[in-house]
């Protein structure tokens, strides 16, 4: 026989009986029991001990349990955050107002605080572990083997959480040095779409002046050419003013003209073939008493003017012609396109070769007004620089397209020195 307790009806209080062994699988639950005097022998006091240690242990897995799905959780953030899907969603959602970090702040520095918080909580609750485990148990009453064996596992445990530790600082500090590369980047990227701004701003170019270049046309094609970005106002006069220098033979081609709809040759100046030069005013012509096509540069101004259809002509600041009834009481019609070294037989296009310009040009200006002949010659000795109120020559109001180039210019009196 052995000493068992049961208890009566459904357990208040317990009774202390004797009964046989095979009579233990029926009743309540069995404490220890007490020794006379208070005291359990080694025996059981160990088994108290091992049940106790178990609890714990139990409790230690339930918690390291926990502690790794805090870190697989964190690791999965982490993860989104440097992946390089992460990268770009993050990146791209950011403008929408789409965290996609999960429960991160999309805020790098914001990031960076919480991962330091959450470590942090990691090495708390370590400690926490060690202190609960020292409180818990009693090292000195258990058996060698086993007090190691936790040892061994605690040591473990604490050398994982610290290398997952050091693992999330040195992703932190990566996470801050990409962070402040692309600050980087894109503050350089702002400082130069700055400065772009700010020189279209002041009107600057690529040359020392926004008038001081020239356009280049070196070969007689359909496709060379330069177009004038603003168009004309409805005219009742004008005068057109440029520098060219060509030895194109024969003709030099068509320095400029200007189409309307219904009309391409609303205002037009060529010289084709072995013919003179002419100025066409509304598909009207005038022949010019000009000669230019020695390969050197020369100023030319035309003025006309709706009255009486009067037009005059000036080489190198010289009037050699002039003359009326061109086109007489026909306002230039506002709206057309202006293009630079070649002949529009439809607005903006449909060039032949045969009458494209040869050569280089500058300082094409106009007016809405007819120039008087002392300011033609000092605009052509270089005493004054008058730019045209219609239509003035800076880089930013010619483009050029199909292989024409723009260069730097001569100086005016360079050009006066090669007449």
Not at 142 to 156: F, N, T
Not at 249 to 258: A, K, L, Q
Not at 300 to 321: N, Y
């Amino acid at each position: 026989t052995g000493m068992l307790l049961v208890a009566a009806g459904s357990c208040p209080a317990f009774v202390c009986t004797s009964l046989p062994l095979d009579a233990a699988g029926a009743g309540c639950p069995l404490p220890p029991v007490p020794m006379q005097g208070g005291a359990l022998p080694p025996e059981e006091e160990l088994k108290a001990t091992v049940l106790q240690l178990r609890e714990t242990v139990l409790q230690q897995k339930e918690t390291i349990s926990s502690q790794r799905e805090a870190i697989r959780e964190l690791t999965g953030k982490l993860s989104r955050c440097e992946g390089a899907d992460g990268k770009s969603a993050w990146k791209n959602e950011v403008g929408k107002g789409k965290d996609t970090m999960g429960d991160l702040p999309r805020d790098p520095a914001q990031v960076i605080d919480q991962l330091s918080r959450t470590m942090q909580t990691l090495k708390d609750r370590l400690e926490s572990l060690e202190h609960q485990l020292r409180a818990n148990v009693s090292y000195a009453a258990l058996p060698s083997d086993l007090r190691e064996m936790l040892q061994r596992r605690l040591g473990d445990l604490e050398r994982q959480l610290l290398s997952k530790v050091a693992e999330l600082e040195d992703e932190k500090s990566l996470l801050h040095n990409e962070t402040s590369a692309h600050r980087q980047k894109t503050e350089t990227a702002l400082n130069a779409l700055l400065e772009r701004v700010s020189e279209l701003e002041k009107g600057n170019s690529a040359f020392k002046a926004p008038d001081e270049f020239k356009v280049s046309l070196p070969l007689r094609t359909n496709y060379l050419y330069g177009k004038i970005k603003k168009t004309l106002p409805e005219l009742y006069a004008f005068t057109v003013c440029l520098w060219l220098r060509s030895s194109a033979s024969p003709g030099i081609g068509t320095p400029f003209s200007y189409a309307v709809p219904g009309q391409a040759n609303e205002i037009v100046l060529i010289e084709w073939g072995n013919n003179p030069i002419e100025l066409l005013i509304n598909d009207k012509v005038a022949q010019l008493p000009l000669f230019i096509s020695d390969g050197k540069w020369h100023h030319i101004c035309i003025t006309w003017t709706t009255r009486d259809g009067m037009w005059e002509a000036f080489q190198d600041g010289e009037k050699l012609g002039t003359g009326e009834n061109l086109a007489p009481w026909h306002p230039i019609k506002p709206g057309g396109v202006l293009i630079l070294g070649q002949e529009q037989d439809t607005v903006g296009g449909r060039f032949d070769a045969t009458q494209a310009f040869v050569g280089e040009m500058s300082q094409f200006n106009i007016w809405d007004r007819v120039l008087k002949a002392e300011d033609i010659m000092n605009i052509a000795n270089c005493s004054i620089n008058m730019p045209g109120n219609i239509i003035p020559w800076v880089d930013n109001n010619v483009d050029v397209f199909g292989g024409a180039t723009k260069w730097p210019v001569e100086t005016c009196e360079e050009r006066l020195l090669d007449l």
